[in-house]
């Protein structure tokens, strides 16, 4: 009898291992996926960012005065930084390293992860509207060779540029609240792995 039961110990043992395990290995894949399409979007815009930051190099003796010069040199700085802070800290983050360290360490990797991420998402949600008004002179100047701080123009122009900048505002607010509910819900999916 003392044998099969320390069989049906070791069994048991075996079986609670094994399930332990899978838990963890299906919480990181569930993890990997949260910001495995987020990584996607971001590498889309990166691309895009970065294909606009060549194109202003390529076309930046067009702009012919010192502020015009400015706005082109803050324009490709912001456009070729962000995107690669941006996209390392979605790697760090997607492949923080559950199995392998304590339930304490990956909690606080994580939190540090995290607050990287966003505070970068911060600072593009704050700076965006300004590169939207840095880039349209550039890009005026570029595609029109028309400088929009001495030409005279109308009221349309300046509504629409505000109309858009409002856009831009929203549009940076919900990609930022998209970032917290992602990193919310992956902390939420990395606290349930103590309570199991």
Avoid: H
Avoid at 51 to 61: C, P, W
Avoid at 134 to 148: A, E, F, G, R, T
């Amino acid at each position: 009898m003392k044998i099969l039961w320390e069989q049906m110990s070791v069994k048991v043992a075996k079986q609670q291992q094994l399930t332990d395990q899978l838990i963890m290995e299906m919480t990181t894949q569930k993890y990997r996926n949260k910001f495995g399409k987020l990584l996607m979007y971001e590498m889309m815009g990166a691309i895009i960012c970065y294909l606009m930051a060549l194109f202003v190099i390529i076309r930046i003796k067009e702009l012919d005065t010192w502020y015009l010069m400015a706005c082109g040199i803050f324009t490709i700085a912001f456009l070729a930084i962000l995107p690669f802070f941006t996209l390392q800290s979605l790697r760090r983050i997607k492949e923080l390293q559950l199995a392998d360290t304590s339930y304490k360490d990956a909690l606080v990797r994580f939190a540090k992860s995290k607050k990287r991420l966003l505070f970068l998402q911060r600072f593009g949600l704050y700076l965006s509207p300004l590169l939207f008004l840095v880039i349209l002179p550039v890009m005026n100047k570029i595609m029109n060779n028309k400088d929009m701080f001495t030409a005279d123009s109308n009221a349309f122009p300046w509504v629409f540029i505000g109309i858009v900048l409002v856009g831009v505002v929203l549009f940076s607010r919900w990609g930022y609240g998209w970032y917290k509910r992602i990193t919310n819900s992956a902390e939420q999916l990395l606290r349930e792995l103590d309570e199991e």
